[in-house]
């Protein structure tokens, strides 16, 4: 059974620092993907993770994928207010389901 | 282009009383799921379908039943809610990417409270 565990849960940044969210997983898979909820909202598509390697950037945030390792990351860079919110990395398994991690919720203080 | 759209937006049932969520889509895509949101656990599948016609369980179907009526439609029922079932649930549909993998569209969500 796939698990996917995202640390930390809880992440309070000061505006300008740089930090990382992490996402491992317990089998093989080479498609990863990253979402992001604000609060009372639906899920927002922020990046698709297709093959190993595979890095993906837009604006403050840059996804990697390590299939060899069964992890991704999250990193963010220079984090302003605008990206406090919760982020879910999420696995694909067999016929195309999604499993989910817990989520990180991000609040970025000014 | 509406995307994903859900009805209700709100509810409040008592325990025992049934529902049915409604989940509709215009993206022409084969893929509907129906997931559950709950505080410190991300989502969970409930239950899928490929295809029209084809329904499966996911991670936590019990107490719930699905019907996919046509290939824009997929709805979930609760035969005789429980507090336990009180969550956020989303409805989501996907489409094929180029170069492999599927992008998932999720619904506004709905959230069920039962008392």
């Known amino acids: 059974e796939l698990k996917v565990e995202q640390n930390p849960l809880f992440l309070s940044m000061q505006e300008g620092k740089n930090y990382t969210i992490y996402c491992n997983y317990s089998?093989?898979?080479?498609?990863l993907y990253w979402y992001r909820q604000d609060p009372g909202k639906s899920l927002e598509s922020l990046f698709v993770?297709?093959?190993?390697?595979a890095v993906k950037q837009e604006g403050r945030l840059m996804a990697s994928l390590d299939t060899k390792a069964r992890l991704s990351t999250l990193h963010i860079t220079a984090a302003v207010h605008d990206l406090s919110a919760t982020y879910f990395c999420?696995?694909?398994?067999?016929?195309?389901?999604?499993?989910f991690g817990a989520g990180t919720i991000l609040r970025v203080k000014s | 282009n509406a995307g994903v759209t859900q009805t209700p937006k709100f509810q409040v049932l008592k325990t025992g009383q049934s529902m049915t969520l409604q989940c509709a889509q215009d993206?022409?895509?084969?893929?509907m799921y129906w997931y559950r949101q709950d505080p410190g656990m991300g989502l969970r599948l409930i239950y899928y379908?490929?295809?029209?016609?084809?329904?499966d369980k996911g991670e936590v179907p019990n107490g719930y039943n699905v019907s996919r009526l046509n290939k824009r439609e997929f709805s979930l029922r609760l035969e005789s809610a429980a507090p336990s079932q009180t969550s956020v649930y989303f409805c989501?549909?996907?489409?094929?990417?180029?170069?492999?993998?599927?992008?998932?569209?999720f619904g506004p969500g709905t959230r069920l409270t039962v008392t």
């Open positions: 989501a549909s996907s489409a094929f990417l180029v170069g492999g993998g599927i992008e998932q569209y």
């Open positions: 089998t093989t898979s080479d498609r």
């Open positions: 993770l297709l093959s190993n390697g």
């Open positions: 999420a696995v694909v398994t067999g016929g195309n389901k999604l499993v």
């Open positions: 993206m022409n895509h084969n893929s």
């Open positions: 379908s490929a295809s029209e016609g084809t329904t």
